[in-house]
T-cell receptor, first 114, second 115 residues
Framework: QKEVEQNSGPLSVPEGAIASLNCTYSDRGSQSFFWYRQYSGKSPELIMFIYSNGDKEDGRFTAQLNKASQYVSLLIRDSQPSDSATYLCAVNIVGGTSYGKLTFGQGTILTVHP | EAQVTQNPRYLITVTGKKLTVTCSQNMNHEYMSWYRQDPGLGLRQIYYSMNVEVTDKGDVPEGYKVSRKEKRNFPLILESPSPNQTSLYFC??????????????FGPGTRLTVT
């Protein structure tokens, strides 16, 4: 089982819809969770991070974390064509010798069509 | 301007010829990291550093070396490159918090081809 798994997609949604991206992780010691967006040919850029169970909202983006079920999700409301990109989930384990180790999922390709 | 720089941006080399990819950040970040990105495999961490002289292995450290002699620089060394190290490489840095690295700032990437 991969440590961090994402549905590679592609996920296609119409403009204005809600896009839902999911990520599961295997290590219960995971403490920090990040969502990055990567446009084709560009570097990843942070969208959101979340540490505690529940929801965290920032503009059109909402991150949801459920540590008991070991999943983290990203919702994008009112999706725009400019949201079309690859979305990367990243998980950090804190403690012991793995402090600072960051594991990424393989990414989900999102396409928002007009 | 806060940034992470990498050099070179593109490199074509031959098997066995030692090379170094430099990474520098101007944000006084403690944490720096190297990743490689391959189609279908996503970003995989090679090495990371929590501070000067403190480095540790990521998920795919074989065939790579790093050093952190100064806070701003974190070079990636390939002592004897092989074709399976052909990839897109990213350097990243962040401040260091209690729960690990905070938001990472990524460099522009280095596309390496080993023939």
């Amino acid at each position: 089982q991969k440590e961090v798994e994402q549905n590679s997609g592609p996920l296609s949604v119409p403009e204005g819809a809600i896009a839902s991206l999911n990520c599961t992780y295997s290590d219960r010691g995971s403490q920090s969770f990040f969502w990055y967006r990567q446009y084709s040919g560009k570097s990843p850029e942070l969208i959101m991070f979340i540490y505690s169970n529940g929801d965290k909202e920032d503009g059109r983006f909402t991150a949801q974390l459920n540590k008991a079920s070991q999943y983290v999700s990203l919702l994008i409301r009112d999706s725009q064509p400019s949201d079309s990109a690859t979305y990367l989930c990243a998980v950090n384990i804190v403690g012991g010798t793995s402090y600072g180790k960051l594991t990424f999922g393989q990414g989900t390709i999102l396409t928002v069509h007009p | 301007e806060a940034q992470v720089t990498q050099n070179p941006r593109y490199l074509i080399t031959v098997t066995g010829k030692k090379l170094t990819v430099t990474c520098s950040q101007n944000m006084n970040h403690e944490y720096m990291s190297w990743y490689r990105q391959d189609p279908g495999l996503g970003l995989r961490q090679i090495y990371y550093s929590m501070n000067v002289e403190v480095t540790d292995k990521g998920d795919v450290p074989e065939g790579y070396k790093v050093s952190r002699k100064e806070k701003r620089n974190f070079p990636l060394i390939l002592e004897s490159p092989s074709p399976n190290q052909t990839s897109l490489y990213f350097c990243a840095s962040s401040a260091r918090g209690l729960r690990g690295p905070y938001e990472q700032y990524f460099g522009p990437g280095t596309r390496l081809t080993v023939t």
